[in-house]
Every structure is written in structure tokens, then in C-alpha cells.
């Protein structure tokens, strides 16, 4: 299993220079990996195309960019160069978005979302394998009247979703190489989750998936004065349908109530807690909310756990 972290999320936007300089703090903690969220303002596979030139051996992914309002021949060529800068390290992850923002922002109606995943990963992926597309969806088209390629991206980019439900989580069994679950504790993901999408890609199949679970979480020595705080981050989660039922499944009433806080003893446990409900990878976010002595210390912890 490996371990990464957060870098720049919906909530905190760092300048491109700090970003860069925390993704060589991260590598040479020994951390596998650095992920962006997806915002409306850093376009994430850019700021990734950014850190994993600057900083190699770093795997870099999005986390994640809502198929609502993009297309997947955008999406391709973002992705694609992200991979040809980074020499092979990008990782794409989609997500559904939310209905609020998708039709405040974009004013689309949020209509057959799965339909839509669907029909985007359909279209997405031979773009990402040969650079060529002939789809006609009932959702979208894409076409390729010219090469779609980009020079040394390779191997081609995979594809994680951030899929909790089921209906999601067969989909991208199907169609994409993994997920990102967030706020998914092992209960959910052991019981739930990780059945669900690996007997969806064994019956299409396909390789057995990614797990790449999401987990809020600190070495910390206040470890309830963090969860005060990450009580009222987490908060707008609960009213997001999708994250209730991956939080009930947890049996979870808060989100914080999933925030892996405490010494090293007791956040080294709950990574192992993970590994063993099934997640391949862990990315721990919001390493940062209790100050920066906790984020190295949580960041240290890590990446001895990687073997880093």
C-alpha cells in the first residue's frame, strides 16, 4: 500500500511556488504521491503537469474534476499533457459533482448522472489508449477528425473515480482503473465499497481496481481540539447524499467522526485499519489543520510508513 497527500484542495488554495515546494517536502518525507482538488480556480491537471515536472519521482493526481460541464476530448488532452510533463506520474480522477454546483455555476441541469459517467469514460478512454474516438452517445458526442495523441504520454493515463454508491462504484468497476472513496471509513469500504467495484471490473473483466481511499487525518497531541475544527470543515459533507450514505455505512454521525487523529501509535493503527478493508493507497487530507509542526510530524509518520 502506498501513502500520499493532499496538496491543494477546494478550501485552500496555495500559491504555484508553495505548492512546488511542498510537493519536494512531501517526496522527501517519503510520500508516493501528491493529489489537487479540482476548484474554480486552479485547474488542476495543470498544477499537477507544474509539480511533477518540478519535483520527479512524485506521482501527481486530480481529485477530482466533475464530468459536468467539461468534455472528454478536454479532459484528454488535459490529462495527456499532465502525463507527458510528468514522465508517466499523473493519475485522473472524475467525480459526479454535486447538483448545486453544477447547475449554479454551469447552468446545467443535473440530469442521469451515471448515464453521463458512463458515456464520458466510454469516450475517455480510447482517447487516453490511441489518441482516436468515434462515440455517439445518447448524453455526447466525440470525435477525433485530427490525432488526439500527445507525444510521450504514456502509459496511458489511468482513470479513478470518486464513486460510494452503487450504482457509481459498478460503472467504474467497468470502465475506469480504480476510485478515490472520501469520508468511506473501513467499515464501508471492507462491507460496501470495495465488493461492490471489484466484482463489477471481474465481471467486465478488467484488472482488479485501485482503492485510493481519501482520509482526513493528523498526528496531533490535541487530537479532540483538531476534530472541533475539523467538525466545522467537513460539516457541508453530511448534506451531500452520496457522503451521508458512506458515512452511515461507516457508522459515522459526523464526518469528523471519521478524522484519524491522535499520536503516531494511533494514526499508523488506522492506516493499517484501511489496508485492511481493502484500500491499496491512502491519501491523507487536511494534514494542515492543526498548524504546520503537526503537518510535518503527520507527513514524517507517513511517509515511514510507505518505507520512504
Do not use: C, N
Not at 447538483?99 to 466510454?122: D, K, N, Q, S
Not at 489511468?158 to 472520501?182: K, W, Y
Not at 481519501?214 to 475539523?230: I, K, M, N, Q, W
Request: charged residues 20%; aromatic residues 6%.
Amino acid at each position: 500500500m502506498t501513502l500520499g497527500v493532499t496538496l491543494s484542495s477546494t478550501s485552500r488554495q496555495l500559491p504555484v511556488d508553495t505548492t512546488v515546494r511542498l510537493a519536494r517536502e512531501a517526496r522527501d518525507a517519503g510520500l508516493h504521491s501528491a493529489w489537487f482538488g479540482q476548484s474554480f480556480a486552479y485547474d488542476s491537471p495543470s498544477l499537477a503537469a507544474i509539480v511533477g515536472r518540478e519535483v520527479p519521482d512524485l506521482h501527481v493526481g486530480t481529485s477530482a474534476i466533475p464530468v459536468f460541464g467539461r468534455h472528454p476530448l478536454l479532459v484528454s488532452s488535459q490529462a495527456q499533457t499532465a502525463q507527458a510533463a510528468t514522465g508517466g506520474r499523473y493519475h485522473l480522477g472524475l467525480a459526479l459533482g454535486t447538483p448545486h454546483l453544477t447547475e449554479t455555476a454551469f447552468g446545467l441541469p443535473y440530469r442521469r448522472p451515471i448515464g453521463l459517467l458512463r458515456e464520458f469514460l466510454m469516450a475517455l478512454r480510447p482517447l487516453l489508449e490511441t489518441g482516436e474516438a468515434d462515440f455517439h452517445g445518447e448524453l455526447l458526442t466525440a470525435t477525433t477528425p485530427y490525432p488526439a495523441a500527445v507525444p510521450g504520454a504514456q502509459p496511458p493515463v489511468p482513470v479513478l473515480v470518486a464513486a460510494m454508491g452503487p450504482q457509481a462504484l459498478r460503472v467504474s468497476g467497468e470502465l475506469a482503473d480504480g476510485i478515490l472513496p472520501f469520508l468511506a471509513g473501513p467499515r464501508a469500504l471492507a462491507e460496501h465499497i470495495v465488493p461492490a467495484v471489484t466484482a463489477a471490473a471481474e465481471s467486465a473483466g478488467r484488472p482488479e481496481p485501485r482503492i485510493v481511499a481519501l482520509v482526513p487525518g493528523a498526528v496531533t497531541s490535541d487530537a479532540e481540539g483538531v476534530r472541533r475544527r475539523a467538525a466545522e470543515a467537513l460539516e457541508l459533507y453530511e448534506r451531500i447524499p452520496s457522503y451521508r450514505r458512506a458515512l452511515d455505512l461507516s457508522g459515522a454521525d459526523r464526518a469528523a467522526d471519521l478524522a484519524v487523529l491522535g499520536d503516531e501509535e494511533t494514526v499508523a493503527a488506522e492506516v493499517r485499519r484501511y489496508r485492511d478493508a481493502g484500500a491499496t493507497e491512502v491519501v491523507f487530507t487536511a494534514t494542515d489543520l492543526s498548524g504546520e509542526e503537526d503537518r510535518r510530524r503527520t507527513w514524517k509518520l507517513l511517509g515511514e510508513l510507505s518505507g520512504g
